[in-house]
């Protein structure tokens, strides 16, 4: 089964900064894009950041020259480094990753995985 846990959520001050890791394991062949997504309460879960298999990379207008994603490989893991945060950047940021992996009696197949989320909350 394959599975992605984030984690370094927290609470952090406006202009501060945090990093989030996702990490990726299970019966991987291969990983394709990664994105961080968040939603905010009341809101629709948004696209953050998309980084391809060979680290090309996309942003949301609201985030582009504060966070910086980031991805090894080797390691099956994405990283999201957030600078300059505002109050805004409040929600529940989830780790989403398109994954080939190998499925009992199934062989390998591609799916959508998403993570459990990590809570970020900037405030004074």
């Known amino acids: 089964q394959v599975q992605l846990v984030e984690s370094g959520g927290g609470l952090v001050q406006p202009g501060g900064s945090l990093r989030l890791s996702c990490a990726a394991s299970g019966s991987i062949f291969y990983i394709y894009a990664m994105d961080w997504y968040r939603q905010a309460p009341g809101k629709q879960r948004e696209l953050v950041a998309h980084i391809t298999s060979g680290s090309n990379t996309n942003y949301a207008d609201s985030v582009k020259g504060r966070f910086t994603i980031s991805r090894d490989n080797a390691k099956n893991q994405v990283y999201l480094q957030m600078n300059n945060l505002n109050p805004e950047d409040t929600a529940v940021y989830y780790c989403?990753?398109?994954?080939?992996?190998?499925?009992?009696?199934?062989?390998?197949?591609?799916?959508?995985?998403w993570g459990q989320g990590t809570q970020v909350t900037v405030s004074s």
């Open positions: 989403y990753a398109d994954i080939r992996a190998f499925r009992n009696g199934i062989g390998v197949s591609r799916d959508n995985y």
